[in-house]
């Protein structure tokens, strides 16, 4: 193994790198002056994220544990932008909010973990690096869940989210244990084309899709999601929402159109029923919340149906769909966690009755309220038209028009419930309105630049196109 | 920049220069002299439109262009105009104009509103120049959610419920409408090959009988429900209502000629047998709103609700005409779109206007205001004759080519539908005869003695409506001439 080989995982090393060099620099600055930290662990992702914009070949290594392709790579860049604006957002809650400054580096390690885990899950080719992955990118969070010790609520969540965790890897290891019994590797490239049309194997399949679909909160697993978002601190919730919830679409993606391409007759029916059920309920619970955590837990489990809609099409429009939706999504979520996030930091309100006459204290809040809410709901032309648009195509691409009907209807339901929020943000007035306030630069910029990138990536089509282009990995 | 782009882009600009303006009369100065800019484009664009056909150039969509946009899919920023096209257009800038002056004096988040409105026009100026049915389909969105903020913040009455509930239902219209452009997108490549949202292209292939009976009234519905088929025109009356003036003439004006215009362009012509196969079911549904609406209208006590069943109704007379499926039928149903495109948008202004001085719209607590307000009482007067049809207006002649186009079918079904159609005629009479005699021509009442006149701004908003209403029923075959040399090519087809 020479050195180039190495610097495939040029995205995990850097990034261990960067956890070792928080922790020192967490060992050697001084208790009151805690707070430069948060520079440095930013400044050192921001170099991060760069170094993730180099080109990179493709390949693997450890035999096929660990490979990287196009698509991986364009997946890790956006998760780095991803995590980027989170991390700028929670820079206020981590000075502010937090009372135990001394926390504030391990925030950072914890939080760069739990990314690392995402990579190794992005990138696995064998079963056993995908379970690692996935237990390093949810046990840290857990932790993070429970930061804010003086809340009972923070640290319900955290029992929570570790418990269903727990729960969801002893169904997922059961059901890799039966893949494993059924095609005797755990190799990824083994196990291609190998799965026999049995109980057995299918059974290995729901099982394993049941321990993903607790990470994305599909319906029926989604019970954890509300409290725990609800609970947990917001950049936490946020994270939880956006990132974790992308690397495991991705893979349970890259598994489904793949690794169990002879199963698909099966997993397409499994897929079906999920999506249908994940929208229609993720739905109607959205549709009465009043918290607004909550309220984007729950509409973060529709997102899922409609993510998980495309799946149905296993090919390159319905890979590249996914990402590009995905990382749609991403930006979208983090816009709108970002605002209540700065909302519930400077006045600790967090309940859609308070954001009546938003508008009028502080537009410009408002409008980037407006403009994720848009990009979720699927309005153009914000992003999110786009991304819904060819999620519909490429299922209705393979004659799935009945479940592409499903969804309009359930994008109409959907865009009750957000434009709720905007009546109360825009249509409303209030007596005691939320007063104007000034967040920090961190915010700003985070979230100037989700509203930059929510208004370009849609329309700017050179980046679905590269998207579409990197997708080849399938080939039915 | 191509000629027919910048009526896109212009209104991006403006809205551009109007997020730096400050102070509600450069808001105002800013807005209009963007759709100054727009309207004269458009004057400039029928001129052009004109001079182009004169030297001879017989393809069915001029100005075309063409520039890929998401290769994968094949999706296309593809525009081209026809002569219906062109007037549509027309009618938007004039409309938009008239609504900048009718509005010159809102007073809640000017900047906002007029924001909103000019991005409402790009989505249907848009809407009016695509070929490709993805841009159309975009533009078509974009044009109705800022409907939701419109009515919603500065609206009246019963407005959270009424914005809510005309944009759950027309964007719920809008997703069975995807339905329908997905079917036709992926059944445009029968032969193999990367499939097409260009409408042309599609038109090349016959579509099986099939795949045009199933998708026909998904497009169907979804371009009808804006253009208020019964029945599901219901948010129609609560959204007008609840509108502030510059809206609801936008809306009734522009908005819902889209409906029309879509089942025109893309239903009727890419499935010629699909249309064939439902004809029937959508005729009875289009003469039930024609003679619901106009039912309806003569119940209602609010002047604007009259109004808005009257649109109803009206707007059900182009689906009938379109449904005849001949070419002055057709013809009809277009000058019609056209006609209570002006119509209504003007007697919603002067509806404005009126309750701007008497503060109130219901019909039995105003009385003889022409003696007060003479200015507004006569255009009052002379927008609702338009409205019934009274020739020299621009409805008559497009009522007259609906009904003439409707009358060529011999057979009972078609006689039965026209004489209905026909008919409304006379309940349109009744209603608008009664709401005129009554708050214009009644006894007088003392409280109103003191009305303040007619405004610069008011008087211009209207006066620009009117000269197009006497230009369309003076110059009927000018108009007539532009639509029949568009209409040939769509007719041919089925």
């Known amino acids: 193994m020479n050195w180039n080989q190495i610097l495939l995982m040029r995205n995990e090393i850097v990034l261990t790198l960067i956890i070792l060099l928080v922790l020192v620099s967490d060992l050697i600055v001084k208790d009151n002056r805690k707070k430069i930290i948060s520079n440095i662990a930013i400044g050192l992702f921001v170099i991060h994220m760069l170094i993730g914009f180099i080109p990179m070949p493709e390949g693997s290594l450890f035999g096929g544990m660990y490979r990287t392709n196009h698509l991986i790579f364009g997946f890790k860049i956006i998760l780095n932008v991803g995590?980027?604006?989170?991390?700028?957002?929670?820079?206020?809650?981590l000075h502010d909010k937090l009372q135990d400054t001394t926390k504030i580096g391990e925030f950072y390690i914890i939080l760069f973990s739990s990314l690392l885990g995402i990579y190794f899950m992005v990138s696995s080719g064998h079963f056993l690096i995908l379970y690692m992955g996935?237990?390093?990118?949810?046990?840290?969070?857990?932790?993070?869940?429970?930061?804010?010790?003086?809340?009972?609520?923070?640290?319900?969540a955290a029992i929570k989210l570790i418990l269903s965790a727990a729960i969801s890897s002893g169904v997922f290891l059961f059901g890799i244990s039966i893949l494993y019994a059924v095609s005797g590797s755990l190799y990824f490239d083994d196990i291609l084309g190998k799965l026999p049309i049995s109980y057995f194997s299918v059974m290995g399949l729901v099982f394993f899709f049941s321990g993903l679909a607790f990470k994305i909160s599909l319906v029926p697993f989604h019970l954890w999601t509300a409290d725990v978002y609800e609970g947990a601190p917001t950049p936490v919730s946020n994270y939880l929402s956006v990132i974790s919830?992308?690397?495991?679409?991705?893979?349970l993606m890259v598994l489904l159109f793949i690794t169990m391409n002879t199963l698909h007759d099966i997993w397409i029916y499994l897929v079906y029923g999920i999506t249908v059920l994940t929208m229609f309920i993720g739905n109607f619970f959205a549709l009465r919340q009043e918290n607004m955590k909550r309220f984007l837990a729950f509409s973060s489990v529709a997102q899922a149906g409609f993510i998980l809609m495309a799946m149905v099409s296993a090919n390159q429009a319905g890979v590249s769909s996914v990402v590009y939706f995905m990382a749609i999504y991403i930006f979208s979520n983090i816009g709108a966690f970002g605002v209540v996030e700065a909302i519930s930091m400077k006045t600790g309100k967090e309940n859609m009755k308070d954001y009546a006459g938003l508008y009028r204290t502080n537009p410009k809040l408002s409008l980037v309220l407006m403009l994720s809410l848009f990009s979720l709901a699927g309005i153009p032309p914000v992003a999110g038209f786009f991304g819904k648009f060819f999620l519909y195509t490429a299922a209705a691409g393979q004659g799935f028009y009945v479940l592409v009907f499903i969804a309009v209807v359930n994008v109409t339901i959907s865009l009750y419930y957000y434009l709720k929020v905007i009546r109360e943000a825009f249509l409303r007035t209030s007596d005691t309105p939320i007063a104007y306030f000034k967040s920090d630069n961190y915010m700003k910029v985070s979230l100037a630049i989700v509203a930059v990138i929510l208004l370009v990536i849609g329309l700017y089509s050179p980046f679905y196109d590269y998207i579409y282009s990197v997708s080849n990995i399938v080939n039915f | 920049m191509d000629i027919l782009s910048l009526f896109v882009t212009v209104p991006i600009l403006t809205v551009i220069v109007l997020m730096f303006a400050k102070g509600k009369k450069q808001y105002r100065v800013v807005a209009l002299v963007g759709f100054i800019i727009q309207t004269l484009m458009s004057f400039n664009l029928i001129y052009q439109y004109l001079h182009v056909r004169a030297l001879g150039d017989k393809s069915i969509m001029v100005f075309t262009k063409d520039l890929l946009w998401f290769a994968p899919m094949n999706i296309h920023y593809a525009i081209g105009v026809d002569g219906i096209s062109v007037l549509m257009i027309v009618l938007t800038s004039v409309i938009v104009l008239a609504g900048i002056f009718i509005s010159w004096d809102v007073d809640d988040l000017p900047k906002e509103f007029f924001i909103s409105l000019i991005v409402l026009a790009t989505g249907v100026f848009g809407f009016f120049i695509s070929v490709d049915l993805f841009t159309l389909f975009l533009f078509y969105e974009l044009a109705v959610i800022p409907m939701y903020l419109l009515i919603g913040i500065w609206g009246s009455g019963p407005r959270e419920y009424a914005s809510m509930k005309l944009t759950l239902m027309l964007m719920g219209a809008s997703a069975v409408l995807l339905i329908g452009i997905l079917g036709l997108y992926f059944h445009s490549a029968p032969n193999g090959g990367p499939h097409t949202f260009n409408i042309f292209e599609i038109a090349k292939l016959n579509l099986p009988v099939g795949v045009q009976r199933l998708f026909f009234p998904f497009i169907f519905v979804g371009f009808g429900t804006i253009s208020a088929l019964f029945p599901f025109h219901t948010w129609s009356p609560d959204g007008h209502s609840s509108a502030p003036t510059a809206v609801s003439m936008l809306h009734a004006g522009v908005l819902m000629k889209m409906g029309g215009y879509g089942i025109f362009r893309i239903a009727m012509y890419l499935m010629p047998?699909?249309?064939?196969?439902?004809?029937?079911?959508?005729?009875?549904?289009a003469i039930t709103g024609v003679v619901y609406g106009a039912f309806a209208a003569i119940k209602q006590t609010d002047l604007k609700y009259i109004n808005a069943y009257s649109s109803v109704s009206h707007l059900g007379l182009v689906l009938v005409g379109l449904l005849m499926i001949n070419q002055?039928?057709?013809?009809?149903?277009?000058?019609?779109?056209?006609?209570?495109?002006?119509?209504?948008?003007?007697?919603?202004?002067?509806i404005g206007v009126v309750y701007g001085r008497t503060h109130t719209r219901i019909i039995s607590k105003m009385s003889g205001l022409l003696v007060f307000i003479p200015v507004i009482g006569i255009l009052f007067v002379l927008a609702g004759l338009a409205n019934l049809g009274l020739p020299g207006f621009s409805g008559f002649v497009s009522e007259m080519n609906i009904f003439v186009g409707a009358f060529q079918h011999a057979d009972t079904f078609h006689r039965i539908i026209t004489i209905l159609a026909a008919s409304s005629i006379v309940i349109t009479a009744v209603y608008i005869l009664r709401v005129v005699g009554k708050i214009m021509m009644g006894p007088t009442m003392k409280e109103y003695a003191n009305l303040p006149g007619i405004t610069w701004y008011e008087k211009t908003g209207t006066y620009i409506l009117m000269i197009f209403i006497v230009l369309i029923g003076t110059l009927p075959f000018w108009f007539g001439n532009i639509l029949s040399d568009s209409i040939r090519p769509f007719i041919e087809r089925l």
């Open chain 1, 83 to 93: 995590v980027l604006l989170i991390l700028l957002q929670s820079a206020s809650w």
């Open chain 1, 134 to 156: 996935l237990e390093l990118s949810v046990l840290p969070i857990s932790a993070l869940a429970a930061y804010e010790v003086y809340n009972r609520k923070s640290s319900e």
């Open chain 2, 273 to 285: 047998q699909g249309t064939h196969f439902w004809t029937n079911f959508f005729l009875v549904l």
């Open chain 2, 328 to 350: 002055i039928a057709w013809k009809g149903a277009m000058l019609q779109t056209l006609s209570h495109g002006f119509t209504t948008a003007l007697l919603f202004a002067l």
């Open chain 1, 245 to 251: 919830k992308a690397g495991a679409v991705f893979i």
